[in-house]
């Protein structure tokens, strides 16, 4: 009794889920029989209603997602992805029965006749897609929402673009400026200490479109060093249109960047890691900045042009 009380509280769902399945109720019945004349009607109420319930019976219990091959079930009948087979010690959630390693082959191939519509529906997406295909899309839609930009923090927000935006000024408090071009000031009282933190970012608007401008000091081997680099608002393919240049100088020398924004489907790290901007060694920074080399004065100005 005991192990069953335990199983009860690990899966509360199941108190207010029963797996019995009512029989139709009167008024469905009678609705059908109305209908009974016009056979393409009825046989679309069917299928949307069986769709409803083989998509129910494909959640798995534990982490509430579709399940997909291979689909476990144990000697009772209950299911579960593999996925959560490890995290229950391979005991059924539902019933507490070892779960051992039966597959659940008749589901499989349901789910397989299934077509579903994009998880991202909500935020536009109208398409359609076999069950089994439904995955490749999702991690594929243009549709699908964006993470923040902001690298000055673990920021788990997601949205699209315009959300994004409202989210960077009033949530980050980042400057927001109209235009192509830029002309930014950093002052570094300390070039000594590097934190891997991220200067001022900051957001452009010009051609419709939105920009980030990130500035930051990073460690590279036992040397700092300062990386500049623009991130598109919006998919890799709509941020090839654009073209951006990046100048730092001082004392009669410069250095220039020019080249393509990344997109924000590209994590901040990921672009800074790969070193896809404009580098200033700190001696060289040093060197622009002028005076007795103990404070950095970097200027950075660019401009960003569409590609005709």
């Known amino acids: 009794m005991?192990?069953?009380?335990?199983?009860?509280?690990?899966?509360?769902?199941?108190?207010?889920?029963?797996e019995v399945i009512d029989p139709p109720q009167m008024e469905d019945a009678m609705d059908v029989a109305e209908h009974v004349h016009d056979p393409a009607q009825n046989a679309l109420k069917s299928n949307v209603l069986a769709t409803s319930s083989v998509r129910d019976l494909l959640e798995c219990p534990v982490c509430l997602n579709a399940m997909y091959p291979p689909i476990h079930q144990c000697s009772n009948g209950h299911t579960l992805c593999s996925g959560c087979k490890p995290r229950v010690h391979n005991r059924c959630p539902t019933c507490r029965h070892e779960l051992g390693n039966i597959r659940c082959l008749a589901l499989e191939k349901v789910a397989a006749s299934l077509e579903l519509p994009c998880k991202y529906q909500s935020y536009g997406c109208v398409g359609i897609f076999p069950y089994y295909s439904k995955l490749k899309h999702e991690s594929q839609c243009v549709f699908r929402p964006y993470n923040c930009p902001y690298a000055g923090s673990e920021c788990t927000v997601i949205?699209?673009?315009?959300?994004?935006?409202?989210?960077l000024k009033d949530g980050h408090k980042v400057d927001m400026h109209s235009g192509?071009?830029?002309?930014?000031?950093?002052?570094?009282?300390?070039?000594?200490?590097?934190?891997?933190?991220?200067?001022?970012?900051?957001?452009?608007?010009?051609f419709g479109q939105y920009f980030c401008l990130h500035f930051e000091a990073f460690q590279l081997g036992m040397a700092p060093v300062y990386i500049a680099f623009l991130r598109f608002m919006g998919d890799d393919d709509e941020a090839k249109n654009y073209s951006?240049?990046?100048?730092?100088?001082?004392?009669?020398r410069k250095m220039t960047w020019q080249g393509v924004p990344r997109s924000i489907r590209d994590s901040h790290r990921k672009v800074r890691d790969s070193f896809d901007g404009l580098i200033i060694q700190r001696n060289m920074a040093l060197f622009f900045s002028g005076g007795d080399r103990k404070e950095l004065k970097l200027r950075v100005t660019g401009r960003i042009w569409k590609e005709q």
Not at 159 to 167: E, F, M, N
Not at 244 to 252: A, H, T
């Open 2 to 18: 005991s192990a069953m009380s335990t199983g009860l509280s690990y899966f509360d769902e199941l108190r207010d889920n029963p």
């Open 159 to 167: 949205g699209d673009i315009p959300y994004l935006v409202a989210h």
């Open 180 to 206: 192509s071009t830029f002309n930014h000031r950093y002052v570094k009282s300390n070039p000594h200490e590097v934190e891997n933190a991220t200067w001022m970012l900051t957001v452009f608007s010009c």
């Open 244 to 252: 951006y240049s990046l100048e730092v100088g001082g004392n009669g």
